[in-house]
C-alpha cells in the first residue's frame, strides 16, 4: 500500500544515510596534512566571530552580501556562487559553510556529513570558543546512534506513518464546552486546521518576530542608517546571538562605532548586523500584561497543545479570558455568535500581534493576520448620464452574502413578495408566538448555491438616491457594482442566516456549496484584463480556492448550538466533525450537504514575492 510505501522511504532515508560523507571526503583525507589544514580552517571559523569575513573574489558591498564558504585546502573565503570558479583554479573541491559549520562538497554539488570532520569542528571550538559569540552556536546535527536506530524502526513497525482513522498528533483534539462556549469551539477548531496559521504558530513564529504586542514591538531595519543615540542590538557575523547596546556615532566606510550594555565597545559594526531594540509596551498595556491576556501567545499555546499527540480533551479558556479582556461585549457565559467572535479574535490578534491598534486592517501586511485573511473589495459607482466612475477599494477579512429570495427585506405591507406572519409554537411557554418567515411560495423550487450569492454580491444595482456627479456637476442617478480587486489566502464566506430586522429570526434556506471554488469571475474587470492576468488560460488555477472548514449552526436564534467539520490534508483529505468534546470522521458528502453558517476557503496555489 501507499502507506507501507511511504513507511519504506521514511525507514531507507533514516537508517540508510552515509556516515562517512560523499565519495570525495576520503580521498581528501587521504592527502598529506589534509586534516591539519581542516583543523586550521574550522579552527579560524571559530575565532572569527569578531572579524567580519568577506569574499576575496569580489569587491565593495558585494563582498559582504551572500552565503559565505572557507576553502578546507586553502585560506580561499569565497560566496556560494565564486566556489566554482575557485575549483577550477585550483582543483579543491571541499569548503565550510562560515554560518553553519557544514561541509559543502563542489564535485557532488550538495552538503555531506563526515564524522571526522565533525569531530575536529567540536574540538575546535571547544579549545578556541569566544565566550561571547559561542554561546549562541547552533548544536550540529548528529547522525542517529545504533540505539536511536533500533528504536525507529520498532516504531515504524507498530505505528503507521498516516491512519485513516483517528490518529494522534493531527490537531484532532476535542475541547470543553466551558458554558455555552460552543461558538468558540467551532472558530478555534477553523483556524488551527488553516495550514498557513498552524505552520506559523507551530514554528514560534511569534516568539521569534518579537511582535507580540503586550512584550514589546520590533520596527523594521533602518536600510538607511542609524543616528548616534539609537537604541540597536549588534551580533557578530558568526553568531545568532544579540546584544544590547546604543550607536555612538557611524563611520567613514559605512560601519557603526556601538557601545554595548555591558560596557565594552565595538568600533566597526556592518550595518546588517544591526537591528532596532525592541519598543516597550505602554504603561496601560504594561499594567494588564500578566503573560496570558496576549492572544496571539494564548492561541500559540492552543496550537501546541492540539498538535502535541494527546488525544483527551482539554480547555481553551486561557483564550477565552484573553479576548474577554480585549472584547468587552463578548465576556460572560450567554451564547454568541461565532461569526462576530471570529471578527473580534482576528482583530485583538492583528493588534497583539503588532498591527495597528485601531482601525480597519490595511492592504500592507503588517502580521500574519494580515497576510492570510485581507482582501480587497472593490466599488464602482457609475453615472447613467455620462458614465463617469468613482472607484473605491476597501480591505475585508470576510464576505457576509444575503441567502434571501428577494434582495432586500420586505415591510409588513409587502408580505406577498416574498415573507409572511405564521403562528410558531413557543416551547419555553407552552403557547404560540408569531413570528416572520420567507412563506412557501417565494421559496426558491431548487436549492439556492454559494456562487448564486456570489453572483448577487457581484450584481450591478441602481442605487435608490442620486449621487453627486463631478463631470455633470450635478446630482444623477447612478449604479453600484462589487467586486474584488485583491483576493486573500484564505477567503472566509459568511451566510446571513439571522435577521433582525422587524423581527429577529433565523433563516434555514438550503445553500449548496462547492468542495472547489473558482473565484475569477467574481474578480475586478481591471484585475481581469490586467497585464499579469491570466484569463483565457484553462490550466491557470490563481484564483481556484479548496475548502477546509465549515461552521454550521442547529436550532433557532433562542435555543442553538454550533459544530464545524476540518479536513485533515496530512490524513489523506478526509473530513472531520468537532463537537465540543467529541471528534467523529466523517465524509464529504455530509460535509457538502450540511447547512453552513460559515465557510473557509484555501487558495490552491500560493503565490510568493
Known amino acids: 500500500s501507499s502507506r507501507s510505501a511511504m513507511g519504506e522511504r521514511l525507514r531507507w532515508k533514516y537508517l540508510g544515510g552515509r556516515e562517512d560523507g ?27 566571530s569578531r572579524t567580519p569575513l568577506r569574499c576575496m573574489d569580489s569587491e565593495g558591498d558585494e563582498a559582504w552580501k551572500g552565503r559565505l564558504h572557507v576553502c578546507l585546502h586553502c585560506v580561499f573565503v569565497g560566496q556560494r556562487d565564486r ?78 506513518v498516516i491512519s485513516s482513522s483517528f490518529t494522534p498528533g493531527l490537531g484532532l483534539r476535542g475541547l470543553c464546552n466551558l458554558g455555552n462556549s460552543c461558538f468558540t469551539s467551532c472558530v478555534i477548531q477553523a483556524l488551527v486546521h488553516n495550514p498557513l496559521l498552524r505552520n506559523y504558530f507551530l514554528m514560534g513564529r511569534h516568539k521569534k518576530s518579537n511582535r507580540c504586542r503586550l512584550q514589546g514591538i520590533r520596527p523594521e531595519p533602518k536600510r538607511s542608517g542609524y543616528n548616534a543615540g539609537d537604541a ?19 563611520n567613514e566606510n559605512k560601519t557603526y562605532e556601538v557601545l554595548y550594555d555591558d560596557g565594552d565597545t565595538e568600533h566597526e559594526v556592518l550595518l546588517s548586523l544591526i537591528r532596532p531594540a525592541l519598543e516597550k509596551p505602554s504603561a496601560n498595556e504594561t499594567a494588564t500584561a500578566k503573560g496570558d ?8 499555546s492552543i496550537f501546541f497543545d492540539m498538535y502535541s499527540g494527546e488525544t483527551k480533551q482539554f480547555s481553551a479558556h486561557k483564550l477565552l479570558y484573553s479576548v ?35 482601525g480597519p486592517p490595511g492592504l500592507s501586511a503588517s502580521t500574519i493576520i494580515q497576510q492570510i485573511f485581507t482582501g480587497a473589495l472593490q466599488s464602482d459607482v457609475t453615472c447613467t448620464s455620462c458614465g463617469a466612475i468613482s472607484t473605491t477599494i476597501d480591505p475585508f477579512w470576510d464576505i457576509s ?28 411557554t407552552g403557547s404560540s408566538r408569531v413570528v416572520l418567515k420567507p412563506s412557501a411560495a417565494a421559496a426558491p423550487t431548487e436549492p439556492c448555491t454559494l456562487e448564486d450569492c456570489l453572483n448577487r454580491y457581484v450584481r450591478t444595482e441602481q442605487l435608490s438616491s442620486s449621487i453627486f456627479c463631478d463631470k455633470c456637476a450635478s446630482r444623477q442617478q447612478a449604479t453600484k457594482r462589487m467586486s474584488m480587486s485583491e483576493l486573500p489566502m484564505v477567503v472566509c464566506f459568511h451566510l446571513k442566516r439571522f435577521e433582525h430586522e422587524l423581527q429577529a429570526f433565523k433563516i434555514d434556506s438550503i445553500v449548496r456549496f462547492p468542495e472547489t ?30 475548502l477546509f472548514a465549515v461552521i454550521n449552526h442547529h436550532g433557532t436564534m433562542q435555543q442553538g448550538h454550533y459544530t464545524s467539520y476540518v479536513r485533515l490534508a496530512q490524513a489523506g483529505e478526509e473530513w472531520f466533525k468537532c463537537d465540543d468534546e467529541t471528534i467523529h470522521q466523517a465524509t464529504s458528502a455530509e460535509v457538502l450537504s450540511s447547512e453552513g453558517y460559515m465557510l473557509f476557503y484555501i487558495k490552491k496555489r500560493l503565490e510568493y514575492e
Not at 491576556?293 to 500559540?300: F, N, Q, R, S
Open 22 to 48: 560523499c565519495p570525495h571526503t576520503p580521498v581528501f583525507k587521504s592527502k598529506p596534512r589534509a586534516l591539519d589544514n581542516a583543523a586550521k580552517a574550522f579552527t579560524f571559523l571559530h575565532t572569527s
Open 83 to 160: 566556489l566554482a570558479a575557485h575549483s577550477e583554479r585550483t582543483g579543491h573541491y571541499l569548503f565550510v559553510d562560515v554560518s553553519s559549520k557544514h561541509v559543502y562538497c563542489h564535485t557532488c554539488a550538495d552538503y555531506v556529513y563526515d564524522g571526522e570532520f565533525e569531530r575536529i569542528s567540536r574540538r575546535t571550538r571547544a579549545e578556541c570558543v569566544n565566550p561571547r559569540a559561542g554561546a549562541a552556536m547552533n548544536s550540529p546535527w548528529l547522525p542517529p546512534t545504533a540505539r536511536d536506530r533500533t528504536a525507529f524502526s520498532r516504531h515504524m513497525e507498530q505505528q503507521p
Open 232 to 250: 540597536i542590538e549588534a551580533r557578530w557575523s558568526s553568531s545568532l546571538r544579540w546584544y544590547s547596546g546604543v550607536i555612538q556615532k557611524q
Open 293 to 300: 491576556k496576549c492572544l496571539g501567545c494564548a492561541l500559540g
Open 324 to 358: 474577554w479582556q480585549n472584547s468587552k461585549h463578548l465576556a460572560g457565559y450567554s451564547q454568541q455568535d461565532a461569526h462576530e467572535f471570529f471578527l473580534a479574535l482576528l482583530d485583538g490578534l492583528h493588534v497583539h500581534l503588532g498591527g495597528a491598534p485601531s
Open 401 to 428: 452574502l444575503d441567502i434571501r429570495p428577494i434582495a432586500h427585506m420586505p415591510t409588513p405591507q409587502k408580505l406577498s413578495s416574498g415573507f409572511e406572519f405564521v403562528d410558531e409554537p413557543c416551547t419555553a
Open 517 to 546: 471554488l473558482d473565484m475569477k469571475p467574481y474578480l475586478a474587470e481591471s484585475v481581469r484584463a490586467g497585464p499579469d492576468a491570466k484569463v483565457g488560460d484553462v490550466d491557470d488555477d490563481s484564483y481556484v480556492y479548496s
